[in-house]
């Protein structure tokens, strides 16, 4: 099992910067990427950013290229997502998943992650 801790969530004004973290617990070494997914109200969930522990392979969606950036601490077992340049349709739950994705053309597939935080509210006012 990995256990992962979400923080830094909050409310921003369009423009602004948040940092969220991922915190990973557990038995880590069986999982190879992890992810920052978000969910709006009334919209599926979406993948914005991953990571593979070894850092050569990095994804994020059109909608933040240029905006987040994600970061991996692996001596911490932390993963982080700066999100910079906050636009309210950044308004959602976002949550970190963690998953042995051997193919990692599917690095932003939902159903390829099993672990999942509990999620951060992150609200961008305008």
């Known amino acids: 099992q990995v256990q992962l801790v979400e923080s830094g969530g909050g409310l921003v004004q369009a423009g602004d910067s948040l940092r969220l973290s991922c915190a990973a617990s557990?038995?880590?070494?069986?999982?190879?990427?992890m992810g920052w997914f978000r969910q709006a109200p009334g919209k599926e969930r979406e993948c914005v950013a991953a990571?593979?522990?070894?850092?050569?392979?990095?994804y994020y969606a059109d909608s933040v290229k240029g905006r987040f950036t994600i970061s991996r601490d692996n001596a911490k077992n932390t993963v982080y997502l700066q999100m910079n340049s906050l636009k309210p349709e950044d308004t959602a739950v976002y949550y970190c998943?963690?998953?042995?994705?051997?193919?990692?053309?599917?690095?932003?597939?939902?159903?390829?992650?099993?672990?999942w935080g509990q999620g951060t509210q992150v609200t961008v006012s305008a």
């Open positions: 998943a963690a998953g042995d994705i051997p193919r990692l053309g599917r690095i932003a597939t939902m159903t390829e992650y099993d672990y």
């Open positions: 557990g038995r880590t070494f069986g999982t190879n990427v």
């Open positions: 990571v593979t522990w070894s850092g050569g392979t990095t």
